[in-house]
């Protein structure tokens, strides 16, 4: 099975800090993305990376940077802390090819006071 | 632009069937994917269609029109440990990246005894 592990489930910041959110897959995907979810909102896309060291926006990207030092790994970055990105953050990866389905971490529960 | 519509909550009886629908207007279509998550919980792939018609999957069908920007999820024989949210999301082509997901509200699915 396709395993995308997040390394925090859940996390409390002051408004700020400097946070990192680190996600791992271990199938070989080359697509990784980053996705908030929101009560009402849904998941939206903040970044996605399709190669290392390749990255893109997506629909949320203000706030938020991304970096795919590795292909196994892609991490998000927020440089400055700020209540109203208290939210559920979620990772998944997929292949290029094919039908793209997204396997998904369990996500990271961010509190930012 | 991206916009998916899909219900909120829904409320059915054990053993009965609901309809989950999901009406899309999206900046290019390369498939549709219905998602299911449980509270707390990563989401996970139900279905995927690409063309238009019904697809089954057990208990679980999804069906397509594309030209009427339409999709539903039929989920017969519900069972308990089908309440749930499900989400709509549609797949449309991104420069040289492949593909991204873009994702609806969701729809919160109680089964009642």
């Known amino acids: 099975d396709v395993k995308v592990t997040q390394s925090s489930r859940y996390l409390v910041k002051r408004t700020g800090e400097k946070v990192f959110l680190e996600c791992v897959q271990d199938m070989d995907h080359e697509n990784m993305f980053w996705y908030r979810q929101d009560p009402g909102l849904g998941l939206r896309l903040i970044y996605f990376?399709?190669?290392?060291?390749?990255?893109e926006k997506g629909d949320i990207p203000e706030g938020y940077s991304v970096s795919r030092e590795k292909k196994e790994r892609f991490s998000l970055i927020l440089e400055s802390a700020s209540t109203n990105q208290t939210s559920m953050y979620l990772c998944?990866?997929?292949?290029?090819?094919?039908?793209?389905?997204?396997?998904f971490g369990a996500g990271s529960r961010l509190t930012v006071l | 632009g991206q916009n998916i519509d899909q219900p909120t909550e829904m409320t059915a009886t054990e053993g009965a069937i609901v309809q989950i629908n999901c009406t899309y207007q999206t900046s290019g279509f390369n498939g549709l994917f219905w998602y299911q998550q449980h509270a707390g919980e990563a989401p996970t792939f139900l279905s995927y269609n690409v063309l238009d018609g019904l697809e089954e999957k057990g208990r679980f069908s999804s069906f397509l029109s594309r030209s009427k920007g339409y999709s539903y999820l039929l989920l017969k024989e519900l069972q308990m440990k089908d309440s749930a949210s499900y989400l709509c999301?549609?797949?449309?082509?991104?420069?040289?990246?492949?593909?991204?997901?873009?994702f609806g509200g969701g729809t919160r699915v109680l089964v009642k005894p």
């Open positions: 998944a990866s997929s292949l290029r090819s094919g039908a793209n389905v997204l396997t």
């Open positions: 999301a549609v797949r449309s082509p991104i420069k040289a990246a492949g593909n991204k997901l873009t």
């Open positions: 990376s399709y190669d290392v060291k390749m990255k």
